[in-house]
């Protein structure tokens, strides 16, 4: 190699350094050996996180994201090192979330030869294969001189249009071999280009002319509202036109829940107000959000939504989101925060705008009506004492307990219902889930990437006991990082969403979905919180509802990694206004109201 070459390694690490990256967060093995060399050179540039898991440092980089806004990269070894990546990989593409995943490889003077760790039956060095579903582009250089236009090719992929993850797979010898003299510039390709595109004009004059005619007008939000920057000004449509607003779970946050115009939730548990103000809405503004099965009680007409009569404007920076699943009066493919600028400056030049949020009136004094039902119904489970913690009760002392810049990130099972439901997030990164892929352990792990992207701000983890167990090497990660997560365990000894389900359609045919002492039939788990501290982590139980609170301020107080083991009933699912359908077992009913028929 001349003097003045860098090597493939050095070449990827120097990108991310450009591009202000300022962690990588993986696992070693032989294959990425020299891409830690590269690491190890620019450590006062580039910080290194080594975790016992690969997955931990997939939901590590998505969290990242999702809190600081900045992609950061993951480093995974060949062959087992980076298939255990993909759970991640996926989690973070099916939620629009960036990060460049490095994965080794073995060299390219042994593809096809079914070296150690080689994927070759089908196809040499065939990773891009494995994880051609599970992510936005693979790019696979195999010379180092295809190096640095991979690197920024990947970088660009990543970040522009619908962001996602990328994976960046690197032969062995590849990571040391002669790569280039100089690494690209961000600022003479990436840094300069914006995909914030606008709506077509007419599609803009259009969409004012139907808001302002609606007699009943709802605003609907998902995540491309809170990743796309576009709170502030969805706050100030929202109020200039009074149209209150709901949120899909992936929305959580775009409005503070507190607002007088927030509805609440829309699901299968969403509230009556958000659920029977959709479904009975003249127009329905959509924003950023894709209209999964959950937001809408599984496409059943009357649940959720009503569409058509109700008239849909959909706005998406992803066309193939626009009419995927309901017909639109008006789709318009867009960054929605630079169409709520066109929004707001087209209803800067028309007239009779007062009128038309005074008139609205009638309608937010019908919504009230509906909240007030529906806080009667939910009244009771606030207060409700008993022990195992009544769930909603749970939900409720957690969200008391946090103060307001709290980073709460939750994991997939009946707990992140309970908390998405009775949760009252003010900020969009309040409340964190996963609802595209849902892998048990985004939770337990993404906490710590919380934690990398706001070190001063609580984070905190409510997880499930079957996920915590399955991700427990978090805990070592915490003390080694120093990094003052809280895990809250929401113990119920059951993988109790699943055992919910074949309760509710299977007759109660109980299988495979709690945990039991063989000799004594009784529930059973490890102790966690023994388990915490045989890590040097603290480590409490809570059986009452009116310790859970004062344990979770203890543990913020401390200021250090903390469990809470909380034992909390699994027999209750949370209800709502919405349905839930599984194809061939039949479907949810709605715990309140019914279906509309318009
Ligand atoms: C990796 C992974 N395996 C399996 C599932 C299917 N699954 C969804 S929720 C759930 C139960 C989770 O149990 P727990 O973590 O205790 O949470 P709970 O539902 O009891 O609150 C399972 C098995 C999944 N989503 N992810
Ligand atoms: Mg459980």
Redesign the pocket.
């Known amino acids: 190699m001349s003097k003045n070459m860098l090597d493939g390694g050095q070449v990827i690490v120097d990108y991310l350094v450009r591009e202000k990256v300022p962690y990588v967060f993986g696992l070693c093995g032989h294959g990425n050996i020299g891409f830690l060399d590269a690491l190890y050179e620019r450590s006062d540039d580039i910080k290194t996180v080594s975790v016992h898991h690969e997955s931990v440092a997939g939901f590590m980089a998505d969290v990242y994201y999702r809190v600081g806004g900045k992609p950061t990269a993951t480093f995974t070894s060949s062959g087992p090192g980076s298939a255990n990546l993909p ?1 991640a990989l996926a989690n973070s593409y099916l939620d629009s979330v960036p990060f460049l995943a490095v994965t080794g490889n073995v060299p390219t003077s042994q593809f096809n030869r079914g070296a150690f760790q080689e994927l070759y039956r089908h196809y040499q060095a065939d990773f891009p294969s494995t994880v051609r579903a599970y992510c936005k582009r693979v790019f696979q250089p195999t010379r180092g001189d295809m190096v640095p236009l991979a690197i920024r090719q990947a970088w660009k992929t990543m970040v522009t249009g619908r962001p996602g993850p990328v994976v960046l797979d690197v032969p062995f010898d590849i990571f040391k071999e002669a790569a280039a003299e100089e690494t690209p510039k961000p600022e003479e390709w990436n840094a300069n280009i914006s995909c914030r595109c606008g709506a077509d004009p007419d599609g803009v004059t259009k969409a004012v002319d139907m808001l302002l005619a609606a007699k009943r007008p709802v605003i609907l939000v998902g995540q491309g509202v809170k990743y796309g920057g576009a709170a502030a000004d969805l706050l100030r449509v929202a109020e200039r036109l009074r149209i209150p607003v709901a949120w899909s779970a992936s929305g959580t946050g775009a409005i503070d829940s507190r607002h007088p115009l927030a509805l609440g939730l829309i699901a299968r548990n969403g509230p009556y107000q958000a659920n029977h103000a959709a479904r009975t809405a003249d127009v329905l503004l959509a924003l950023g959000v894709r209209f999964d099965d959950r937001t809408s009680s599984s496409w059943l007409p009357g649940y959720s939504f009503t569409i058509p009569p109700t008239r849909l404007i959909h706005v998406d920076i992803d066309p193939d989101e626009i009419a995927r699943n309901y017909p639109v009066a008006l789709g318009l493919m867009a960054d929605v925060r630079t169409f709520l600028h066109q929004l707001l400056a087209e209803l800067e030049s028309r007239d009779g705008l007062a009128d038309a949020a005074a008139a609205r009136a009638k309608w937010l004094d019908t919504i009230d009506g509906y909240r007030r039902e529906w806080n009667a119904f939910i009244a009771p489970g606030f207060v409700e004492d008993a022990s195992p913690i009544h769930p909603q009760r749970a939900a409720y002392e957690i969200d008391k307990a946090l103060p307001e810049d709290a980073i709460l990130v939750s ?6 219902n309970w908390l998405i439901q009775f949760c009252n997030p003010r900020r969009p990164d309040s409340l964190i889930g996963s609802m595209g892929f ?4 985004f939770g337990v792990a993404g906490v710590l990437g919380a934690q990398f992207a706001a070190p001063e701000r609580p984070c905190v983890s409510v ?6 167990f ?1 991700h427990a090497s978090v805990l070592g990660t915490a003390v080694e990082y120093d990094l003052p997560v809280i895990w809250v365990v ?3 000894f ?7 389900l074949q309760r509710g359609y299977l007759g109660g045919r109980e299988l495979a ?1 709690d945990f039991r002492h063989p000799e004594t039939g009784a529930p059973y788990n490890p102790d966690f919180a023994a388990m915490a501290r045989s890590a040097g982590i603290a480590g409490v139980n809570v059986d009452r509802a009116a310790d859970l609170a004062d344990a979770l301020r203890a543990a913020l107080a401390s200021r250090r990694p903390y469990l809470i083991n909380a034992n909390i009933g ?1 027999d209750k699912n949370p209800g709502g206004a919405g349905v839930w359908e599984l194809p061939g077992l039949g479907q949810s009913q709605p715990a309140f109201g019914g279906r509309y028929q318009p």
Not at 411 to 416: E, L, M, R, W
Not at 463 to 468: I, L, P, R, S
């Open positions: 759970i994991d997939i099972g009946v707990h992140h849902g892998p048990m352990g997880c499930g006991d079957g996920a915590f399955m929401w113990n119920n059951a993988y109790a969403s699943i055992r919910g979905t699994a």
